[in-house]
């Protein structure tokens, strides 16, 4: 079974307006991580937000939120007032337990496009 | 700016010619880093872990003897695609733990696209 599920293969949004991108996981570990992380077409992997198992918050780093429904198991990103740079892959990512990122799974991405 | 370092960011390479690709650390130590291999629109897959001083770790189904991973310093790893093949053509990301007082933090390399001929 995968163990991250990014059902949007791709997303277009209109400059200013807010996205969210989806993401669902699976584990029967209590402790684990997710992660979001942005690819432009250049390649590199740029992290964007991360929120814990047992985080009480949903994470938040600038214009990037955690929508984290534990019950749902769902972590997804919400990006508000869109930019045209902010077209990219977006990959969710987990971490379970505490064996380091070398349990970290990627799910299959989304392409977000963000037009003017 | 970029904290982990990759080279080259690209190449073409006949086939049945090795290939390496360099990740470094640019300003902090990393004892261990990950290489990931992404094909066109997929995700990442980890392919193996770089432990300095120590032989690498390597995921169910990937060939040791293909693959070869080199972490001799604290800075700088290395895969090398052996007797590389046109199937062998991909993305080739890295990337590096970079310890804090209170956490760790992985950072990726900008990747190298092999195109091998």
């Known amino acids: 079974a995968q163990k991250i599920t990014q059902t949007q293969p791709g997303m277009f949004v209109q400059e200013k307006e807010a996205v969210t991108l989806d993401c669902t996981y699976d584990?029967?570990?209590?402790?684990?991580?997710l992660f979001w992380y942005k690819q432009p077409s250049s390649g590199e992997m740029i992290f964007l937000i991360y929120?814990?198992?047992?985080?009480?918050q949903n994470a938040t780093e600038g214009r990037y939120s955690l929508n984290f429904q534990k019950a749902r198991k769902s972590a997804n990103l919400v990006i508000s007032a869109s930019q045209l740079g902010d077209s990219a892959m977006y990959f969710c990512a987990m971490r379970e337990g505490t064996t380091g990122y070398s349990t970290l799974t990627f799910g299959k991405g989304t392409m977000l496009l963000v037009s003017p | 700016g970029a904290v982990v370092s990759q080279h080259p960011s690209w190449v073409i390479c006949k086939s049945g010619t090795s290939v390496k690709i360099e990740c470094r650390s640019l300003d902090f130590q990393a004892t261990t880093m990950f290489w990931y291999r992404q094909f066109p629109k997929q995700s990442l897959m980890l392919m193996a872990t770089s432990n300095e001083g120590s032989k690498a770790t390597y995921e169910q189904g990937v060939e040791k003897d293909k693959f070869l991973i080199n972490h001799a310093s604290l800075t700088l790893s290395t895969l090398t695609v052996t007797s590389a093949h046109p199937e062998d053509s991909s993305f080739y990301i890295c990337s590096a733990i970079r310890q804090g007082r209170a956490n760790e933090k992985l950072f990726f390399g900008s990747g190298t696209q092999l195109s091998v001929l």
């Open positions: 584990t029967s570990d209590p402790s684990y991580g």
């Open positions: 929120q814990g198992s047992y985080d009480q």
